[in-house]
């Protein structure tokens, strides 16, 4: 089947509870395969298949082998938690957040490699909404952790400094374990170190 010949079911689209476990059901079997194998093994077909489900099923929720990979990741950087305790200065919880949502794959190198490339790579609609649904969730617990009264240029600075960390981890410039370690070195640059 011709991933172009399907439109896949997105966020935008609800799903019932049967639509739900079906997607969670390929989802898990996307990452477990991530995990044993490379980004050039996976398949929408073999995750189907590991999941037992039909192709087609796969292909009604994942357009492509990069749309299932950019929703593992997106799903990976849901399960982060949020930073929020007010009772930590501001630049402790910025800090925790861009840590914590760095290390979402260090210690997966298919799982990241894969994630790198699926959504670096293309022009493919599907990937590109996760990629905007991505980068909303990081905005949002990014703000969450400033809290409400951080000036939106820090926001913004703070979200270009993590998304090219992420670019260097993914190139192997850097650990991902050293990403977070410089991070926290920049929000000390951007946003004080009050501790």
Request: charged residues 25%; aromatic residues 8%.
């Amino acid at each position: 089947m011709s991933s172009d010949a399907v439109v896949a079911v997105t966020d935008e689209t609800p799903r019932n509870r049967r639509q739900e476990e079906t997607f969670r059901k390929v989802l898990t079997a996307g990452v477990e395969m991530l995990r044993e194998s490379s980004y050039a093994d996976l398949t929408v077909r073999a995750v189907a298949a590991r999941a037992k489900v039909a192709p087609a099923t796969a292909y009604t929720y994942f357009s492509s082998k990069n749309h299932l990979i950019a929703e593992v990741y997106f799903d990976l950087i849901k399960q982060v938690p949020y930073f929020t305790d007010v009772n930590e200065p501001m630049p402790t919880r910025v800090e925790q957040a861009l840590r914590a949502m760095a290390l979402t794959v260090a210690d997966e190198p298919e799982v990241a490699a894969a994630c790198t490339t699926a959504l670096l790579t293309g022009t493919d609609p599907t990937v590109r909404k996760v990629r905007d649904r991505i980068g909303a969730e990081i905005h949002r617990r990014i703000r969450s952790a400033a809290g409400p009264d951080v000036d939106p240029r820090v926001v913004s600075a703070l979200e270009m400094t993590f998304f090219g960390a992420l670019v260097n981890a993914g190139s192997g410039v850097f650990t991902y374990h050293q990403i977070a370690d410089r991070l926290t070195y920049v929000v000390g640059l951007l946003v004080g170190d009050e501790r």
